[in-house]
């Protein structure tokens, strides 16, 4: 148990289906991070957010719309998105200006589009 | 640009000590190097860091050479549910939000 939820833990969804991730995380963090691990490929950090705001998208196509409505929350909306989007999304939080800034990460939703 | 260089794999005895080497000849004063681990289809999780000095913790110590160019991650006893992918990462800490995994090095524990 790392303090960081995600859910569910398990998706498939069609081309069209709209469907959302969600990450909580009980540490009392100020950011949060949404990462995507494919299949033999390193993580690739996706969105970072700071104090709420984002502060970093990095490149991620439209169909992939985060939202973080407090320290607490994330979450990834999905739409029509495709075969090649499936993966494992990773969910982190962090304590910024802290002295270690260790990420505790989820468990990962896994993400199958079919 | 990758920052660090890792081995792609290597193999350790159960019970023995893992030594995890890591390059990072380009590393600036203010960057940390931190490890981290991912167990299958698990979140990565965090192991130690360390600037300068050697580090020791509960799960593993860090000894940093005297040049920083390199380190090295001890297991001290390997067990079978150290098996994973092991990352090896610089970063400045407390103002870089931004953590970069490259493709780390996969051990595996054999009984």
């Known amino acids: 148990e790392t303090g960081v939820t995600q859910t569910p833990r398990h998706l498939v969804m069609g081309m069209t289906n709209k469907k959302s991730l969600k990450c909580e995380q009980h540490l009392g963090h100020n950011a949060m991070y949404w990462y995507k691990q494919s299949a033999k490929k390193p993580l690739e950090l996706m969105f970072v957010y700071s104090l709420e705001e984002r502060v970093e998208n990095n490149s991620v196509p439209s169909r992939f719309s985060p939202e973080c409505p407090n320290s607490s929350h994330l979450f990834l909306h999905l739409h029509t998105l495709q075969p090649e989007d499936s993966a494992l999304y990773l969910c982190?939080?962090?304590?910024?200006?802290?002295?270690?800034?260790?990420?505790?990460f989820g468990e990962g939703s896994r993400l199958t589009v079919l | 640009d990758a920052k660090t260089t890792q081995p792609t794999s290597m193999d350790c005895a159960e019970g023995r000590a893992a030594n995890l080497p890591c390059n990072h000849s380009?590393?600036?004063?203010?960057?940390?190097v931190y490890w981290y681990r991912q167990i299958h289809s698990q979140g990565p999780q965090y192991i130690i860091h360390g600037l300068k000095n050697n580090e020791t913790n509960e799960m593993a110590s860090l000894i940093i050479t005297e040049d920083r160019k390199s380190s090295t991650l001890i297991l001290p006893h390997a067990t079978l549910r150290d098996t994973a992918v092991y990352y090896c990462?610089?970063?400045?800490?407390?103002?870089?939000?931004?953590?970069?995994f490259g493709a780390g090095t996969t051990v595996t524990v054999r009984a």
């Open positions: 380009t590393i600036s004063g203010n960057e940390y």
């Open positions: 982190a939080s962090s304590q910024l200006a802290a002295i270690t800034g260790e990420l505790f």
């Open positions: 990462i610089v970063r400045v800490a407390n103002n870089d939000y931004k953590l970069s």
